[in-house]
């Protein structure tokens, strides 16, 4: 934790100058100091890491994929082919280029439904991630910035909520608001939340005994200023790293509500949704069962790809 | 170490407290009116309707309804499923043991195969072995595991036909519950075919439930590995001339183990979520599946005493984890 400190202390004022001589472009031959620019070092770390740089380009075209998906998908993802039921994909011996990876049991084409799908899982997921974010940093802030009362209050609270585990909390949550995609991201918030409060909160405590903070203090900083302009942005790396898992998990989640019937509903074409369904087809279209799920995994795993590689990049511990 | 476990204790306490609070709150916010939806699509006349209302208590300050409920569940009263009519504790009892059975065995899969790929990792570090071990880790850990459910039973029951597809045992046995755990009973029984049935049975499902733990094992020994293979004392132990095999299994690994009993007690919360997906995947009669169907059929009070009971077993075995951690690393007792 010192060494988070110790280093972004270090190159802070290097940043605002090399912005200010250059504009936004690093070029590290002009520092006088032989540092790289923390951005370009940022990258040297992460490119080592061969395996977060295949999750971020798998991601990148999965994101194309989502945008680009009323271009690309050769179907509307609700279009009912009546004529081409269960059609295996294009590979098998009944196959049909129309439809790549085959058709489900209304006669949708199952590409073009992965296609949109990947608009409702990626969206949603780091919405759920970045709404959970933002109240546990606030929540975070508060608790390890005044102690006292308030974080005993908080902290006791997400103990609580980190007592049942988290999928179990999203269904009861699902179970009181009724079963909607907007209700499952929400409930998928809330259970994520104590992670990133506990996060915000350990991180703050360990900066504030710094002198920094102090020095802060000293020159008359308001709370306000101290909490989210002095300490917060020492406090970010983990944080980073963890909303990157964070939206594994929450996509993850949000699948498994969907095909329990309680998030995303039918004809929406989420992932976890597409899958619910299949279960009865296992015999006569394992196709329908095998694609969306390869899909989630898929993009889980480019996330905790990532998230590695990003901790690798960010945590100073390894990176010695 | 008496007061490192009162420590713990008064940890545990307020947390459960928490929970009720949050059981409670659980109760009162599903909308609608608790008794109409007892009643269910029939109705009710409005003079039952409030005798009811006051027999349950509905007209007390908010107070003293949470008082009353934290008085029933300290003397072991849940309430009762609005289905089926039976305590819910009582259900509860008598469902736990094929989750418990399903979860030990998913936990034997995780560390029989985790310990081995973590440390043969860690020895290999670097190699292709590492690389490949840490890519199945890894995608284990991403596992949507209703998927993986599906993908399993698809190859090996339907295709293969190698594995029943779903149950506890095939309906050919009956086995008197004696301690509701079937691999026992059945072994009391001497009967053998029913004791191969109910084994099959949980090949698959332990299997599914088991992968993310085993991935997460295998992630941790890798790295507690790592970490031990350095100190001092292996290079000690190297130094003596013990055999590689000593260094590893006995300097190294029970070393390595102490942060893993904190990784494999945190499993337990994952084990009881991904039970709920795995049991509602195979019609394994457990918990999760009665959870889920209780949410279905609106049964709320099922739903909550089942919250309760589930959250109550994960933070007792957080606190034996704790307490185990504390007797198995000096260390920690002292601060």
């Known amino acids: 934790m010192t060494e988070?400190?110790?280093?972004?202390?270090?190159?802070?004022?290097?940043?605002?100058?090399?912005?200010?001589?250059?504009?936004?472009?690093?070029?590290?031959?002009?520092?006088?100091?032989?540092?790289?620019?923390?951005?370009?070092?940022?990258?040297?770390?992460?490119?080592?890491?061969?395996?977060?740089?295949?999750?971020?380009?798998?991601?990148?075209?999965?994101?194309?994929?989502?945008?680009?998906?009323p271009l690309l998908a050769p179907h509307p993802p609700n279009e009912q082919y009546r004529d081409a039921l269960l059609?295996?994909?294009?590979?098998?011996?009944?196959?049909?280029?129309?439809?790549?990876?085959?058709?489900?049991?209304?006669g949708r084409d199952l590409l073009s439904r992965i296609m949109y799908g990947a608009?409702?899982?990626?969206?949603?997921?780091?919405?759920?991630?970045?709404?959970?974010?933002?109240?546990?940093?606030?929540?975070?802030?508060?608790?390890?910035?005044?102690?006292?009362?308030?974080?005993?209050?908080?902290t006791r609270l997400m103990d609580v909520m980190l007592a049942v585990p988290s999928l179990l909390s999203a269904i009861v949550i699902v179970a009181i608001l009724g079963p909607s995609l907007l209700n499952a991201a929400l409930a998928v918030v809330i259970t994520q939340l104590p992670h990133f409060v506990r996060l915000t909160r350990s991180s703050v405590i360990s900066e504030m005994p710094k002198p920094y903070v102090t020095a802060s203090q000293v020159a008359g900083a308001s709370h306000l200023r101290l909490m989210f302009?002095?300490?917060?942005?020492?406090?970010?790396?983990?944080?980073?790293?963890?909303?990157?898992?964070?939206?594994s998990t929450a996509i993850l989640d949000l699948a498994a509500l969907g095909f329990l019937g309680m998030g995303a509903q039918p004809p929406t074409p989420e992932w976890g949704t597409m899958l619910s369904g299949s279960l009865q087809f296992m015999q006569r279209a394992p196709w329908m069962v095998t694609f969306p799920g390869l899909f989630i995994l898929i993009t889980v795993l480019c996330f905790n790809l990532m998230g590695d590689g990003l901790r690798d990049a960010l945590d100073p511990k390894l990176k010695r | 170490m008496l007061l490192y476990?009162?420590?713990?204790?008064?940890?545990?306490?307020p947390t459960f407290f928490g929970i009720t609070l949050l059981t409670f709150a659980m109760i009162r916010l599903i909308p609608g009116d608790p008794i109409e939806l007892m009643a269910g699509e029939r109705g009710i006349d409005p003079e039952r309707h409030a005798i009811l209302r006051a027999e349950m208590g509905l007209d007390d300050p908010i107070v003293f309804q949470y008082l009353n409920y934290i008085g029933d569940v300290l003397q072991g009263d849940l309430g009762v499923s609005v289905v089926t009519k039976t305590?819910?504790?009582?259900?509860?009892?008598?469902?736990?043991p094929a989750t418990v059975e399903l979860s030990f065995f998913a936990i034997i899969f995780a560390l029989s195969i985790g310990l081995p790929l973590g440390i043969i990792a860690a020895l290999r570090r670097g190699s292709m072995i590492d690389y490949t071990t840490m890519g199945i880790s890894l995608t284990g850990y991403s596992m949507p595991v209703f998927w993986w459910a599906l993908i399993l039973m698809m190859v090996f029951s339907v295709t293969l036909g190698w594995t029943p597809v779903s149950g506890r045992i095939s309906f050919l046995y009956y086995v008197e519950p004696v301690t509701g755990f079937l691999l026992i009973d059945t072994w009391l029984e001497g009967n053998w075919a029913a004791f191969k049935s109910a084994l099959w049975h949980l090949v698959l499902p332990a299997t599914?439930?088991?992968?993310?733990?085993?991935?997460v094992i295998a992630r941790m020994t890798r790295s507690s590995m790592l970490e031990v293979l350095g100190e001092d004392y292996i290079r000690t132990a190297r130094a003596k001339g013990l055999s590689s095999w000593r260094v590893v299994m006995i300097h190294g690994l029970r070393n390595a183990m102490i942060p893993l009993i904190t990784v494999i007690g945190l499993q337990v919360g994952v084990l009881l979520a991904g039970a709920i997906l795995t049991e509602t995947m195979f019609s394994w009669p457990g918990i999760?599946?009665?959870?889920?169907?209780?949410?279905?059929?609106?049964?709320?009070?099922?739903?909550q005493g089942g919250v309760l009971l589930i959250s109550a077993v994960v933070i007792i075995v957080n606190l034996i984890v704790d307490v185990l951690y504390g007797v198995f690393n000096p260390r920690i007792r002292k601060q």
């Open chain 1, 4 to 69: 988070i400190t110790s280093k972004t202390d270090g190159e802070n004022p290097q940043m605002t100058t090399e912005q200010t001589d250059s504009g936004a472009v690093v070029a590290s031959t002009e520092v006088v100091n032989n540092y790289p620019h923390p951005i370009v070092e940022f990258w040297q770390y992460f490119r080592a890491n061969k395996g977060a740089v295949f999750g971020l380009v798998v991601l990148v075209l999965l994101v194309l994929m989502a945008i680009f998906a």
């Open chain 1, 87 to 106: 059609m295996p994909p294009a590979w098998a011996e009944q196959g049909s280029m129309l439809y790549p990876l085959g058709t489900d049991d209304l």
């Open chain 1, 119 to 154: 608009q409702v899982s990626l969206t949603t997921g780091s919405m759920v991630v970045v709404l959970a974010v933002s109240f546990g940093i606030l929540l975070g802030l508060l608790a390890g910035y005044f102690r006292g009362l308030v974080d005993i209050v908080i």
């Open chain 1, 229 to 247: 302009n002095t300490i917060l942005p020492n406090c970010l790396a983990p944080l980073i790293v963890q909303a990157t898992l964070g939206i």
């Open chain 2, 5 to 13: 476990l009162f420590k713990r204790m008064a940890v545990f306490i």
């Open chain 2, 87 to 96: 305590p819910v504790l009582d259900e509860f009892l008598a469902l736990f």
């Open chain 2, 208 to 215: 599914a439930l088991g992968t993310i733990p085993m991935a």
């Open chain 2, 288 to 303: 999760g599946k009665w959870l889920i169907e209780s949410v279905r059929r609106r049964d709320y009070p099922s739903l």
